[in-house]
Structures are given as C-alpha cells and as structure tokens.
C-alpha cells in the first residue's frame, strides 16, 4: 500500500516561500508519476505539477517560473519548493502518486490514485 505524508505548510507573506515535502513508502514500481495538487475551500481541486520515473517536471501555467517540483529517489521524498508565492496559491497542498506507465501531466495531478492527508499554505497579501 502506497503511503504519502505531507509536511512544510504554514503562513507566509506574500512574495515569500515555502518548501513542502513529502514521504513517499509503499512502492517498488521503477515506473510512476508523483505530482502535487491543491484545494481552496469552494474551489475545485487544481493540478501544480507532476514529475515522472524519468526525472520529466510539468507545471500548470499558474505556477511556472515560480514552483519547482523534485523526487528524492534515496530518501524516497516529494518536495514543492514554492517562490513568490501570491495570496492565490493559499490552499491545501497534497502531495499525490501512481504506480506503473500512467499519463503524467501537471493538470492531472489530482487525478492519480494515491494522496496524502494534504498540508495547508496560507498565503497573505
């Protein structure tokens, strides 16, 4: 069983950052899709990013430029580095996965078959 435990939100400033990070246990396909979504009460869940077996990053427009995705293979850990971030990236953050050969696109993100419990990003202006 795949298991995903978030951690790192908190409140910042706009214009700050964040790093948010994710252990990931449970595994042992070479091949698979992490990602990382987000939910704001009211909203619709939005896919950030994802990054692939092959080490491939795909970011949703919003965040390009300014988030940065990445898989520590030896630690087995998901991190989101977050910069410049704006009062429109407050959100619960969830760190997401799925095993074998899948589609892996940053909007798609949500959709993946595992999820952690999420950790909130509080962001003000």
């Known amino acids: 069983q795949v298991q995903l435990v978030e951690s790192g939100g908190g409140s910042v400033q706009a214009g700050g950052s964040l790093r948010l990070s994710c252990a990931i246990s449970?595994?042992?396909?070479?091949?698979?899709?992490l990602g990382w979504f987000r939910q704001s009460p009211g909203k619709e869940r939005e896919g950030v990013a994802v990054?692939?077996?092959?080490?491939?990053?795909k970011y949703v427009d919003s965040v390009k430029g300014r988030f940065s995705i990445s898989h520590d293979k030896v630690r087995n850990t998901l991190y989101l580095q977050m910069n410049s971030l704006k009062p429109e990236d407050t959100a619960m953050y969830y760190c997401?996965?799925?095993?074998?050969?899948?589609?892996?696109?940053?909007?798609?993100?949500?959709?993946?078959?595992?999820r952690g419990q999420g950790t909130q990003v509080i962001v003000s202006s």
């Open positions: 449970g595994y042992t396909d070479s091949s698979y899709c």
């Open positions: 997401a996965a799925e095993m074998g050969r899948v589609v892996c696109r940053a909007t798609l993100s949500a959709d993946l078959a595992y």
């Open positions: 990054v692939d077996s092959d080490g491939k990053t």
